[in-house]
Nanobody, 113 residues
Framework: VQLQASGGGLVQAGGSLRLSCVAS????????MSWYRQAPGKQRELVAT???????IYADAVKGRFTISRDNAKNTMYLQMNMLKPEDTAVYYC????????WGQGTLVTVSS
């Protein structure tokens, strides 16, 4: 299984972006899926998780601004990011968890003030 993240870019504060993570293979539907981010000089941190049953968990820093979702028919997870702040600037990674952990490559999000 491989994960391919996309959708990052440069946006002004207050703007929006939607990240996508496409999974190859058949385990997507049974996997818990997550978005993490890593800002320069900081540790990687959890942004949001959506379980295989579509329960969601959010980091306090993004609650009310970010929405995680999944489309099992397309083997794709999304992260809708609204009201972006400069402190959201980071490389965003997707992760799949089912019996083992699989990471995708990152996509860079830069929010200018």
């Amino acid at each position: 299984v491989q994960l391919q993240a996309s959708g990052g870019g440069l946006v002004q504060a207050g703007g929006s972006l939607r990240l996508s993570c496409v999974a190859s293979g058949s385990i997507f539907v049974v996997s818990d899926m997550s978005w993490y981010r890593q800002a320069p000089g900081k540790q990687r941190e959890l942004v949001a998780t959506i379980t295989s049953r579509s329960s969601t968990i959010y980091a306090d820093a993004v609650k009310g601004r970010f929405t995680i979702s999944r489309d099992n028919a397309k083997n794709t997870m999304y992260l809708q990011m609204n009201m972006l702040k400069p402190e959201d600037t980071a490389v965003y990674y997707c992760k799949a968890t089912y019996m083992r952990v699989i990471w995708g490559q990152g996509t860079l999000v830069t929010v200018s003030s």
